[in-house]
């Protein structure tokens, strides 16, 4: 862990300096029960204090944040490493709870019990402002209240066909659009600006991290899913765009995440449902698709998503990329030199769920490189199958420490520990 954090520090956080300056169904009814919330009380935002998450952006900072890093981790049981390498639906928290609307006593000892790395919000959880703001809120205090780190409160909000917040009336906040409409007008300025504002309604509520930008270079002719979210089928104009909105997340303040590496805009199918594949080869990424993930590790994007993508010239034993540590580790790691923290795509989705169960496809991912096990299937099995596999030697305690490094260094310079 100590040659990870010397590398973070040397690197003086820089992704993680520039901010101080998947669709998920879930079967919910109107007669299955819901989280009712404690009571009307709300509590407050807290700001990160001076040293941790609010320092300055200097090297002597960046060692003290490094050194409060090693400091937490070293202090962490395994069990509390293991959660907090998962990010959930707030749905697998509770038990028989199909649309959870309130941070309650059934959210508290969901977190308690399983304080994990952070929670993503849905449409179905999003009701209004005030409803919104007091339930994240909530879930803020249990984890001060019980001495766990500060949790991922994260949303899908690209702009305009993927959003949350803004296609529900109740928040008054405006659509800034398809990625496609800003791509096609070719003005990055703009990009950014669409960025700002999404990070401008977000925050408020207590987002802290929104999985935008779409980085994926789109093929016209072969992808009927990425049109509309893909700023554009050229390499050079998707990389403006998407390093001009990971500018504007990190200037407002707000987490953001490119995704879906190595990049999907040339797949057919959807991933939702079952596999899908892209015959290039690496050279062949490294003149399409790779463009805008640099463009966007250049602009210090905190976090990368890897896309559920089989890729047959590239990775021979047939898996998946997030399982792959030749995408995850040789080519995002080791070639385009990315020291930032690295999701999965949702573990629910029909390409993993369809040939893995939750706790393979959590080990396997973990193997690969991924730090972050996005939204298993069944989060219990894929928690437990994490901690087996440590005991069982298939993974080391070393390898959680990691990426438990990883998420804590990006928590640290902006949201605190």
Known sequence: MSLLLDALTRRRFLWLSALAGGTLVLGGCSDEPREQAPSSTTFDEEEPAAGEGAGGNDATSAENDAEVVRSRVDAMTLEQKVAQLFVVAPEALVEDVAQVTAAGDMTHEGVKAHPVGGIVYFAQNLIDPDQTTEMLANVKHFYSEDGNIAPFLAVDEEGGTVV??????????????????????????????????????????????????????????????????????????????????VEGFLGQGMLCCAKHFPGIGAAAGDSHDDAITIEKTIDELQETDLVPFKAAIEAGVPLIMVGHLNLPNIISDGVPAPLSAVVVQDLLRDTLGYAGVIVTDSLSMGAITNYYTPAEAAVAALKAGCDIPLMPERFGEAYQGVLDAVAAGDLTEERIDESVTRILAAKQRTIGL
Not at 194 to 201: L, Q, T
Not at 209 to 220: E, G, S, Y
Request: with cysteine; proline share 6%; net charge negative.
């Open 164 to 245: 949350r917040i803004a296609d529900n009336e109740a928040f008054g906040a405006q659509n800034v659009g398809d990625a496609s409409v800003l791509g096609a007008a070719g003005d990055p300025s703009a990009a950014k600006e669409a960025a700002e504002k999404i990070a401008d309604y977000l925050k408020p509520l207590g987002f802290n991290l929104d999985f935008a930008p779409v980085a994926d270079v789109v093929d016209p002719a072969r992808s009927d899913t990425m049109g509309l979210r893909s700023f554009s089928s050229d390499p050079a104009v998707c990389a403006d765009m998407v390093r001009a909105e």
